[in-house]
């Protein structure tokens, strides 16, 4: 008697909505933060590290890209109830709330470029090269280090692969494009803040985007860089907690995790109980986890899952020409 094939999750996302989740994803308090310890390691050579950070998150995004094409099976207390929530109800409501908050967090960025640049007086120099120079080669990889964290949220669209439609189309499509757009948005917030700022002012910031944004002739628009961080974190977090369920579920079908993970909903076709369980895992670790540890320790984590998606689909990579020699050798 064969066993009954474990339930699958519902194809409800389209190519667009993976796009948006990734930039759901990504787009997250790093923007907000990282701009002025970045600028203390670099200067204004911040944009060289900008680009190798995003270099190297381009790297693992096209690895974890092409691993969940393969296998589209993916492997504040109030906030994380609310998200627990949305993501247990179903994967629809959650695409939805994430574009409402991706459209108000980029509409935020927005304002913030607009009202830096609309600072009166001259702009400040970006001496990139001499920058470079006084950096070095350690302060430059500091620096990449604390922007490649912007971009964390790359992964995303590979773990909620089960609920994309045509997964071999879609995500190695989605992947690219939103890393695409936010290494832009990066940039351009970047470029603006270091124009009005400059590079010693964005490193002693607390809150550069926001001191950018006063120095202008729309000082009102600041508040504007509270709403965006909110909405922008909240968005991290609806995708984080819909994507490790999902990696919960995979785990759990494979017995790495309690099988009971792996039961699906009959009518929403969500890992309900994955969901209930992170839930209650985030509720207890915002409650009582020491906020620096818990970002080492995810730091840490991040660059874990990244070496080991490269390792891994360095292997598919390798399997695949290995046997696309031996059947040129057959045929021969």
Same mark, same amino acid.
């Given at each position: 008697?064969?066993?009954?094939?474990?339930? =699958?999750?519902?194809?409800?996302? =389209?190519?667009?909505?993976?796009?948006? /989740?990734?930039?759901?994803?990504?787009?997250?308090?790093?923007?907000?933060? *990282?701009?002025?310890?970045?600028?203390?390691?670099?200067?204004?050579?911040?944009? $060289?590290?900008?680009? %190798?950070?995003?270099?190297?998150?381009?790297?693992?995004?096209?690895?974890?890209? *092409?691993?969940?094409?393969?296998?589209?099976? *993916? #492997?504040? /207390?109030?906030?994380?109830?609310?998200?627990?929530?949305?993501?247990?109800?179903?994967?629809?409501?959650?695409? !939805?709330?994430?574009? !409402?908050?991706?459209? !108000?967090?980029?509409?935020?960025?927005?304002?913030?470029?607009?009202?830096?640049?609309?600072?009166?007086?001259?702009?400040?120099?970006?001496?990139?090269?001499?920058?470079?120079?006084?950096?070095?080669?350690?302060?430059? %990889?500091?620096?990449?280090?604390?922007?490649?964290?912007?971009?964390?949220?790359?992964?995303?669209?590979?773990?909620?692969?089960?609920?994309?439609?045509?997964?071999?189309?879609?995500?190695?499509?989605?992947?690219?494009?939103?890393? #695409?757009?936010?290494?832009?948005?990066?940039? /351009?917030?970047?470029?603006? $803040?270091?124009?009005? %700022?400059?590079?010693?002012?964005?490193?002693?910031?607390?809150?550069?985007?926001?001191?950018?944004?006063? *120095?202008?002739?729309?000082?009102?628009?600041? #508040?504007?860089?509270?709403?965006?961080?909110?909405?922008?974190?909240?968005?991290?977090?609806?995708?984080?907690?819909? #994507?490790?369920?999902?990696?919960?579920?995979?785990?759990?079908?494979?017995?790495?995790?309690?099988?009971?993970?792996?039961?699906?909903?009959?009518?929403?076709?969500?890992?309900?109980?994955?969901?209930?369980?992170?839930?209650?895992?985030?509720?207890?670790?915002?409650?009582?986890?020491?906020?620096?540890?818990?970002?080492?320790?995810?730091?840490?984590? $991040?660059? =874990?899952?990244?070496?080991?998606?490269?390792?891994?689909?360095?292997?598919?990579?390798?399997?695949?020409?290995?046997?696309?020699?031996? $059947?040129?050798?057959?045929?021969?």
């Amino acid at each position: 008697m064969s066993a009954t094939p474990p339930a =699958g999750l519902a194809r409800r996302l =389209g190519v667009g909505d993976a796009v948006l /989740v990734g930039l759901g994803a990504m787009v997250g308090a790093g923007v907000f933060s *990282a701009y002025a310890p970045a600028a203390r390691a670099a200067g204004s050579a911040l944009l $060289v590290a900008l680009a %190798l950070a995003a270099v190297v998150a381009w790297c693992n995004a096209t690895s974890t890209a *092409a691993l969940a094409a393969e296998h589209p099976q *993916a #492997g504040g /207390v109030a906030a994380a109830v609310v998200m627990t929530a949305v993501n247990y109800l179903d994967i629809r409501r959650t695409a !939805v709330l994430n574009r !409402v908050l991706v459209a !108000v967090t980029l509409l935020c960025l927005g304002l913030v470029v607009v009202g830096a640049l609309a600072a009166p007086g001259p702009r400040h120099a970006l001496p990139v090269a001499h920058d470079l120079r006084a950096a070095g080669l350690h302060g430059v %990889l500091q620096a990449a280090g604390l922007l490649f964290f912007a971009f964390a949220g790359y992964a995303r669209v590979a773990t909620l692969g089960e609920e994309v439609r045509d997964p071999r189309r879609a995500i190695p499509r989605a992947v690219p494009v939103a890393l #695409g757009l936010v290494i832009a948005v990066y940039a /351009v917030v970047g470029v603006s $803040v270091l124009l009005v %700022l400059g590079p010693a002012a964005t490193g002693a910031s607390p809150v550069p985007l926001r001191d950018a944004v006063a *120095a202008g002739d729309l000082p009102g628009l600041a #508040g504007l860089v509270r709403v965006g961080a909110v909405t922008a974190s909240a968005g991290v977090l609806l995708t984080a907690m819909a #994507g490790v369920g999902r990696t919960a579920l995979a785990m759990a079908r494979d017995a790495e995790l309690p099988t009971a993970l792996a039961a699906v909903h009959p009518r929403f076709q969500l890992p309900h109980r994955a969901e209930l369980v992170l839930g209650a895992v985030v509720v207890v670790a915002v409650s009582l986890a020491d906020v620096r540890s818990a970002i080492g320790f995810s730091s840490l984590a $991040v660059l =874990g899952y990244d070496a080991v998606a490269n390792a891994a689909a360095g292997i598919v990579v390798l399997a695949a020409g290995l046997a696309g020699r031996a $059947v040129a050798r057959r045929r021969g």
